[in-house]
C-alpha cells in the first residue's frame, strides 16, 4: 500500500526503500526516521535522484549500498534541519536581553565569550547570533562560535557564508541584510568580521565529543526531537559537560529537559525556558572565562 | 484614529501576486485589500482605510512603490501603518534607499509564504494585534 503524505501526494518509495535508509540514517547519526516519515525521505532524496540519473528514488536507494560517496550525499540531505534567520525570535530576545548581560558581569576577567551553535546545518543560527554579538559586546571584548553539524555539505556552506534569496527572506531583518551581507551574484554573503567569530567543526552528537572548549552558551535547538530518549539523556548528559557551571543551554520550544533532572534545572528568561547545569561531585569545569578557553 | 489591525494593503500591478499575497495574508488571519498602483493605494488610505501593514510592489505605473513609501512617511496621520516591500529590485542599495525612506522591511521575490509570516512575526504584525 502506498501511504499518502500530509500535503494530500502520494509516497512512491517502498517498505524495503524506507527501512533501509531508516536503519542506515538511524545507524550514522543515530536519528530516527520513523514510520509516517516516508514522504520526507522521498522528498529529501528525489533531487539527488535525478541528479544522479536514477530512475526513481528507490533505484537511488539500491544503489547507495556500494556507493559510498552517494551514501554521504543521502545522509547529508536526510540530515538538513529547514532553518532561518532569528529563528523563533523569543531565544534571540532572551540572549540578547538576559544571557548576554550575565556573561558580560561574569567574564570582565578574560572579556572572550565561548558558544555553541550545536547541529548547525546551514549556519543561520551562528550567523544570527554573531550579529547580535556584533551589535551588543562592548569594545575590547570577543567571541567566538563554534559552529558543528554531522552533515559535511552544511558545514562547507557555513564556511562560504553563501545564502541565496529565499533564504535570505527567511527571517533576515533588512537592517541587518544591507549591515551584514553583500551580494554576490545571485546569492548573498555574509561579511568576513561575522566569518572570523564562526569556527566549523564536524561533530556527530550521538557519538562521543572530541575535545572542546568550555561554552558559556550553548544553542542545541530543535534537533533533539529527532533522538530516541536514550540518545537524547547522554548528549544532554555530555553536553552538561563541557558548559561551564554559570553558563546556559537553550533548547527548541517543544523540548525539554523534564525527565533529566540530575543533570539541568530550567530557568525561564524573557519568554523561553533557559536550562543550567547542576554540579557534579566529579570532574567540575571551571567557567570558560577561567580556562581561557 | 488607530490603526485597523485586520487589514493589509497589497500593492501590486501582477493581479498574480495580489492574488498569492491575499492568500498568505488572509492565512494569517488579515482581511486583504488590493491597490493595482502607487496612487490607488493612496486613493484606499485617503478614504480612511488604515491598515495595519502595506505590502508593496517597487515598480508600478502611474506611481511606484518608492513613491509610496515616500508620500507615507510625510504623512502624520499615517505614521503608524507598517511599510513592506516586496519587489524584485534586489541590489543593496535599493533595499538601503527603501529604508532610509522609511520602510520596515524588505522580502525580496521570489519569497515562500513561510517569508512573509517570518517577517510579521519580525515587524510583531498579528492579526488582531496592534504591535
Not at chain 1, 533564504?167 to 572570523?196: C, H, I
Not at chain 2, 522609511?102 to 517577517?119: L, M, N, Q, R, S
Request: hydrophobic share 40%; with cysteine; net charge negative.
Amino acid at each position: 500500500m502506498v501511504p499518502p503524505d500530509p500535503d494530500g501526494g502520494v509516497v512512491t518509495i517502498s517498505q524495503a526503500s524506507f527501512d533501509y535508509v531508516s536503519a542506515l540514517v538511524r545507524r550514522e547519526t543515530s536519528m530516527l526516521y520513523d514510520p509516517g516519515k516516508e514522504y520526507l525521505v522521498e522528498a529529501r532524496l528525489l533531487p539527488l535522484a535525478r541528479e544522479a540519473g536514477a530512475a526513481d528514488v528507490d533505484a537511488y536507494i539500491g544503489r547507495l549500498s556500494t556507493d559510498l560517496a552517494e551514501r554521504r550525499k543521502a545522509i547529508d540531505a536526510l540530515t538538513i534541519n529547514e532553518t532561518s534567520w532569528f529563528r523563533d525570535n523569543a531565544p534571540y530576545q532572551t540572549f540578547t536581553e538576559h544571557m548576554l548581560p550575565a556573561m558580560l558581569a561574569e567574564r570582565t576577567h578574560v572579556r572572550h565569550l565561548n558558544i555553541w551553535s550545536a547541529a548547525c546545518s546551514s549556519g543561520q543560527e551562528a550567523y544570527s547570533l554573531a550579529m547580535l554579538l556584533d551589535q551588543h559586546l562592548p569594545a575590547g571584548w570577543g567571541a567566538s562560535i563554534l559552529a558543528t553539524d554531522v552533515s559535511t555539505a552544511m558545514l562547507e556552506r557555513v564556511q562560504a557564508g553563501r545564502y541565496g534569496q529565499v533564504e535570505m527572506n527567511r527571517g533576515m531583518p533588512a537592517t541587518q541584510l544591507v549591515k551584514y551581507f553583500t551580494r554576490v551574484g545571485s546569492e548573498w554573503e555574509v561579511s568576513d568580521d561575522l566569518k572570523k567569530m564562526v569556527r566549523t567543526q564536524h561533530l556527530n552528537l550521538a557519538a562521543p565529543f572530541p575535545p572542546l572548549p568550555t561554552f558559556d552558551i550553548v544553542f542545541l535547538r530543535n534537533v533533539l526531537i529527532y533522538f530516541d530518549m536514550d540518545t537524547k539523556r547522554d548528549i544532554l548528559r555530555r553536553v552538561r559537560d563541557v558548559v561551564a557551571p554559570d553558563g546556559f543551554l537553550l533548547l527548541g520550544s517543544s523540548e525539554t529537559t523534564l525527565d533529566m533532572e540530575t543533570h539541568w534545572t530550567r530557568e525561564p528568561l524573557g519568554r523561553v525556558q533557559t536550562h543550567r547545569p547542576v554540579p557534579t561531585t566529579a570532574g567540575l569545569r571551571m567557567p570558560a572565562a577561567m580556562t581561557g578557553a | 484614529m488607530e490603526p485597523d489591525p485586520m487589514h493589509v494593503l497589497i500593492i501590486d500591478d501582477s493581479r498574480a501576486m495580489r492574488s498569492i499575497l491575499r492568500r498568505i495574508v488572509t492565512d494569517l488571519g488579515f482581511t486583504a485589500v488590493e491597490a493595482a498602483n502607487g496612487q490607488e493605494a493612496l486613493d484606499h488610505l485617503e478614504a480612511g482605510l488604515r491598515p495595519e501593514l502595506c505590502t508593496i510592489d517597487w515598480n508600478m505605473p502611474v506611481m511606484d512603490g518608492y513613491t509610496f513609501v515616500s508620500r507615507v512617511r510625510s504623512t502624520p496621520e499615517w505614521r503608524d501603518i507598517t511599510l513592506m516591500m516586496v519587489t524584485t529590485e534586489s541590489e543593496h542599495g535599493q533595499i538601503v534607499k527603501a529604508l532610509a525612506a522609511g520602510a520596515h522591511e524588505y522580502v525580496i521575490k521570489p519569497f515562500t509564504p513561510d517569508a512573509i509570516a517570518d517577517k510579521f512575526e519580525l515587524l510583531g504584525v498579528r492579526a488582531g494585534v496592534v504591535a
